[in-house]
């Protein structure tokens, strides 16, 4: 359906789109810092105690998030280096970049091109990262890309080894099973939520194998045993009793379910409806009949596809709610804003993947070819609605406005005199000013006017002073 000359110039636009906003992120990369949330607490244990023994500290009395706390106990500022901050979210930019196009190579494999696989990536990583719904707990706040933004491009890579391993025949493959079981550690060794997400994945291939086998096959039951092992050292870690304890609603299941229902009602429209979600998806239809319609018979088809679309609509509702109601269970209130982010994945690539189902189950009873003296303008017209959609919403505003205006460039140059200013004074109780701006994509949280405050003693113990105070209560940025 779809010509070369016209995927190529949606290519050209999705591409020219994405560096749109790739560049601004990279530009505000050049000025970031440390957060006194959590960056200088995991720091300071690192130093005083050592890298394992810090790790063992949390996970014993905060957090059984093993892998995570291995990364940011190797926090650049460990060893002095600022500039790290400066380095880390554009590592991360183009591990998104790459998973986006690493999933999409395989999801096409061989039956497309470079230049429709690269679309299909791009459209990937353009639907993701303008929906963020916190860009510096994404990015640029080092605790959570470490969790969350380093887990969800590691997830990307696993659903591509994955594909590459089922085209293979998901046999017992050494080099396949060994990248499986390394990204199903980590990426359960970084959140809950990416546990869910992994088990999500993981449930639906198991049933696809009893559905269509009637048996699991050796590869599924190591995957599954890697995956219940690494969820046993997430869960049963004694920190998280201590985190997670204290709230009066958590661990309340009606509450939880009601109130991730109701929440889930409106998140879902808003998605569909003021995101590019629906032009992308729309947009992406061509290549899903592409990818299945020259199939015959559902036989020829990949394991994967051949699933009926209610089962892969009620796997994608049911994830997306799991994930919804991990934060309602744990302590009670809505998901914030950077396990939304991962929610929005979720839900960006179910939507996708259960658009190709329902390819799959009316491929036949549709003849696309009424619509071809339109098609060319039909694609160009959701090609030209994602972009303006994308363009218009929160994010490409907010990294543009702090970056142009020159906000963050004053923040930069604001956090380098309080460094200087730390490090010249020989007065134990430091008093620092309020900055004058916070920018919303750079920034999370400052210290307090309260020297006992977490934050305030993390900063004084890591510039050895006594205390450090704020003089004022800052002005902060909404989100």
């Not at 290519?11 to 789109?17: E, G, H, I, K, S």
């Not at 096409?108 to 990536?121: E, H, I, M, P, Q």
């Not at 956090?415 to 309020?434: D, F, G, H, Q």
């Amino acid at each position: 359906m779809m010509s070369t000359s016209l995927s190529r110039v949606i290519t050209v636009l999705l591409a020219l789109f994405a560096i749109v906003i790739i560049v601004p992120l990279i530009a505000l990369a050049t000025y970031n810092h440390p957060s006194p949330t959590d960056d200088y607490c995991f720091a300071n244990t690192a130093l005083h105690f050592g890298f394992w023994e810090a790790q063992q500290l949390y996970y014993d009395g905060w957090t059984g998030r093993y892998f995570h706390n291995f990364i940011v106990h190797t926090n650049p500022i460990v060893i002095g280096w600022f500039g790290g901050y400066k380095v880390y979210p554009v590592i991360l930019l183009a591990l998104l970049v790459g998973g986006c196009y690493a999933l999409a190579s395989q999801w096409l494999s061989r039956f497309f091109d470079t230049t429709v696989k690269l679309a299909v990536g791009l459209g990937i990583f353009v639907g993701f990262i303008t929906t963020l719904n916190s860009i510096p707990e994404y990015m640029y706040w080092y605790t959570g890309l470490a969790s969350y933004g380093l887990s969800s491009t590691l997830f990307l890579f696993l659903l591509a080894v994955f594909l590459a391993h089922q085209r293979k025949g998901f046999g017992l493959q050494p080099g396949f099973l060994l990248a499986e079981s390394l990204l199903i550690t980590a990426i359960i060794g970084s959140s809950e939520m990416t546990m869910v997400l992994v088990l999500s994945v993981l449930g639906l291939i198991t049933l696809g194998d009893l559905i269509q086998r009637r048996r699991l096959s050796a590869t599924i039951l190591i995957l599954l045993a890697v995956g219940a092992v690494s969820c046993y050292f997430l869960m049963k870690a004694p920190g998280n009793s201590v985190r997670l304890g204290g709230n009066p609603e958590g661990r309340n299941v009606p509450f939880t379910l009601i109130a991730s229902l109701w929440y889930a009602a409106t998140y879902v429209p808003r998605q569909l409806l003021l995101t590019p979600w629906l032009p992308l998806a729309l947009l992406y239809l061509p290549v899903a009949w592409q990818l299945v319609g020259s199939r015959q018979r559902l036989s020829d088809l990949p394991p994967y596809l051949r699933l009926h679309p209610l089962l892969g609509i009620a796997h994608g509702a049911l994830t997306v709610l799991a994930l919804i109601s991990l934060h309602f269970y744990g302590v009670g209130i809505p998901p914030i804003p950077r396990l939304i982010n991962l929610v929005n994945l979720a839900f960006w690539l179910s939507l996708l993947y259960n658009l190709t189902l329902l390819v799959v189950a009316f491929r036949h009873r549709f003849q696309p070819d009424s619509l071809q003296p339109y098609f060319r303008s039909l694609m160009m017209a959701l090609t030209v609605w994602a972009i303006i959609t994308a363009s218009t919403g929160k994010v490409v505003r907010t990294v543009y406005g702090d970056w142009l205006s020159g906000r963050a460039a004053q923040y930069d140059r604001e956090m380098k005199a309080r460094y200087e200013e730390l490090a010249k004074s020989t007065n134990p109780n430091m008093l620092m000013t309020p900055l004058a701006t916070y920018p919303v994509s750079l920034f999370m949280d400052d210290i307090h006017t309260d020297p006992k405050h977490l934050w305030n003693r993390c900063w004084a113990e890591y510039f050895h002073k006594k205390t450090v105070t704020l003089t004022g209560k800052p002005n902060l940025p909404t989100p």
